[in-house]
């Protein structure tokens, strides 16, 4: 690679964008689903079945020999416990992929009771192709998310794991995330040298992706 690694952002669908938008060789995902209180057009059931069928796109979208890793926290709702990793795991299945790790990523410290937001994130990776060598896997339980660029974002600490893991065991030359936000997953792979493809739907949001500097 020569020079500075590139961010390209597109303020658009993430679903159409993948659809019209085929992933190539070196491309590989990290990415957060949107939740259900960013998804106020939709019903809660609705969100549900928009969230799995939203992850199945995703890996679909994956290129051969390549991987996607999401980061998800659960929600509570009417009183009923809402995993997300359940939801990504459907959509993934239904695209072919098989789960090749999942780690827990602690928000509070173990024992420590959270109330309304769960303690820990989830972090998932998929794959089509690809195999983990479980002599070459790190740690399962992630003790800190670090810290995180705003309320909605993925932890540091969890994002340049994902991102190193995708550098190293998926050969990953540009990570794109379809659903950027302010563009957490972007500015760590540029800060790893990769490049980096980010998609959201909300303008400002956007803007603030293609300047975010960690
Ligand atoms: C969980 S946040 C991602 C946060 C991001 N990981 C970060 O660290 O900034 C999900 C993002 O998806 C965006 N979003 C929601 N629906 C979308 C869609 N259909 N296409 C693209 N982006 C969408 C939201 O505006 C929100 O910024």
Same mark, same amino acid.
């Given at each position: 690679?020569?020079?500075?690694?590139?961010?390209?952002?597109?303020?658009?669908?993430?679903?159409?964008?993948?659809?019209? %938008?085929?992933?190539?060789?070196?491309?590989?995902?990290?990415?957060?689903?949107?939740?259900?209180?960013?998804?106020?057009?939709?019903?809660?059931?609705?969100?549900?079945?928009?969230?799995?069928?939203?992850?199945?796109?995703?890996?679909?979208?994956?290129?051969?020999?390549?991987?996607?890793?999401?980061?998800?926290?659960?929600?509570?709702?009417?009183?009923?416990?809402?995993?997300?990793?359940?939801?990504?795991? =459907?959509?993934?299945?239904?695209?072919?992929?098989?789960?090749?790790?999942?780690?827990?990523?602690?928000?509070?410290?173990?024992?420590?009771?959270?109330?309304?937001?769960?303690?820990?994130?989830?972090?998932?990776?998929?794959?089509?192709?690809?195999?983990?060598?479980?002599?070459?896997?790190?740690?399962?339980?992630?003790?800190?998310?670090?810290?995180?660029?705003?309320?909605?974002?993925?932890?540091?600490?969890?994002?340049?794991?994902?991102?190193?893991?995708?550098?190293?065991?998926? %050969?990953?030359?540009?990570?794109?995330?379809?659903?950027?936000?302010?563009?957490?997953?972007?500015?760590?792979? %540029?800060?790893?040298?990769?490049?980096?493809?980010?998609?959201?739907?909300?303008?400002?949001?956007?803007?603030?992706? =293609?300047?975010?500097?960690?």
């Amino acid at each position: 690679m020569s020079g500075a690694p590139s961010r390209v952002v597109h303020c658009q669908d993430a679903i159409a964008w993948l659809a019209h %938008n085929p992933l190539t060789e070196g491309d590989a995902i990290f990415t957060s689903l949107p939740d259900a209180s960013e998804q106020k057009r939709l019903a809660f059931d609705a969100w549900q079945a928009w969230f799995g069928a939203a992850a199945e796109s995703v890996v679909r979208a994956l290129p051969a020999r390549s991987a996607a890793i999401f980061y998800q926290t659960d929600v509570k709702q009417d009183g009923a416990w809402v995993d997300k990793s359940f939801l990504v795991q =459907r959509g993934a299945y239904a695209a072919g992929a098989r789960l090749l790790w999942h780690k827990i990523v602690c928000r509070a410290p173990a024992g420590v009771a959270t109330r309304m937001r769960p303690s820990y994130a989830h972090l998932l990776c998929f794959s089509r192709d690809l195999a983990e060598d479980p002599m070459q896997s790190g740690p399962d339980v992630l003790p800190e998310l670090g810290a995180m660029t705003w309320a909605r974002a993925m932890g540091l600490a969890a994002a340049d794991f994902a991102v190193q893991w995708l550098k190293d065991r998926a %050969n990953a030359r540009c990570i794109v995330d379809p659903f950027c936000g302010i563009g957490t997953a972007l500015a760590v792979a %540029n800060r790893m040298g990769l490049d980096a493809v980010g998609v959201e739907l909300a303008q400002g949001r956007a803007q603030k992706a =293609r300047d975010l500097v960690l």
